[in-house]
């Protein structure tokens, strides 16, 4: 079966490597996972045959067909259509759930705006990605890669690279380097108002990144709220640390 560009199809099929993340994910028999585009099935095959509790989304219809046929003792856990739409107390109930995925790299924002989405449900996420976009989320003020998403990643997850996987492994064979990234929820439940509060910062001051903060600071803050920070305003938004971002987010003016 030809691959399709516009679903972001890439196989991984060498089983040893298959074998290693699966390792790396440390998949448990009583494990609930959901498999973001199980495509044709090589990691899937590993999957089924660990955990009791598999699910797969796969938006290919013709490769929805080649997988119930290659698994017909799981024909029920393959769903067709669209990670972005499922709404995963479906299929888990209430019940929390491991996401894994070599997903397709056109949407791997919109996959995490979906995790942040079902965040308590959420155990934890392995993803492969592409290298750029993973050392964005992994990035921290030390590291060149930092902006944005670092700060938010960083906020509700502890980011890990588990593993540099090269392009050979692919087929067909992408233009980008890979790596295999793990995101573990550091928090029970998220204050959803200081989460929109830091997204508000980080926003405004990325927008302004070469720029130091005191030039950002009066779109989202009132002077007496400047004031009150225990920062160097001299800084530019690439030197902050997530602390710092939650200092400034905890005195946003309200957007009403
Ligand atoms: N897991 C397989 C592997 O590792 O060989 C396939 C990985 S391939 C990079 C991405 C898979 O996600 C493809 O099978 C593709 O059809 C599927 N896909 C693309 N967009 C999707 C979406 N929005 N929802 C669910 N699956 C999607």
């Given amino acids: 079966m030809q691959a ?8 991984l099929t060498d089983k ?33 045959n660990i955990c009791d509790s598999y699910f797969g989304i796969e938006l290919d219809k013709d490769l929805l067909i080649f997988l119930k046929k290659k698994f017909p003792k799981n024909i029920n856990a393959f769903i067709g259509g669209d990670i972005l739409k499922l709404n995963p107390s479906e299929i888990y109930a209430s019940k929390e759930f491991r996401v894994i995925g070599n997903i397709p790299y056109n949407i791997s924002s919109p996959i995490l705006d979906w995790c942040e989405k079902h965040y308590e449900k959420i155990l934890d996420m ?21 902006g944005r998403l670092s700060v938010i990643c960083n906020y509700l997850y502890e980011v890990t690279i588990l593993k540099e996987v090269s392009k050979e492994f692919f087929n067909p064979e992408p233009k980008v380097d890979s790596l295999f990234v793990r995101f573990y929820p550091k928090k029970k439940k998220v204050n959803q108002k200081e989460l929109h509060n830091l997204k508000k910062v980080t ?25 009150k920070l225990n920062l160097n305003l001299n800084l530019r938004p690439d030197e902050l640390s997530l602390n710092e971002f939650l200092q400034i987010s905890a005195l946003v003016k309200d957007d009403g």
Avoid at 4 to 11: D, E
């Fill in 4 to 11: 399709k560009k516009r679903f972001g199809q890439n196989f």
């Fill in 16 to 48: 040893k490597l298959l074998e290693d993340l699966v390792n790396l994910i440390n998949v448990a028999s009583n494990d609930r996972v959901l498999e973001i585009g199980p495509g044709k099935g090589d990691l899937t095959k590993i999957l089924v």
């Fill in 126 to 146: 392995h993803f492969m990605l592409q290298k750029e976009f993973a050392l964005r989320c992994a990035g921290n003020e030390k590291t060149s890669s930092y």
């Fill in 203 to 227: 926003r405004a001051l990325f927008n302004k990144k070469r720029k130091k903060i005191s030039n950002s600071l009066e779109d989202i803050l009132h002077k007496e709220s400047i004031k």
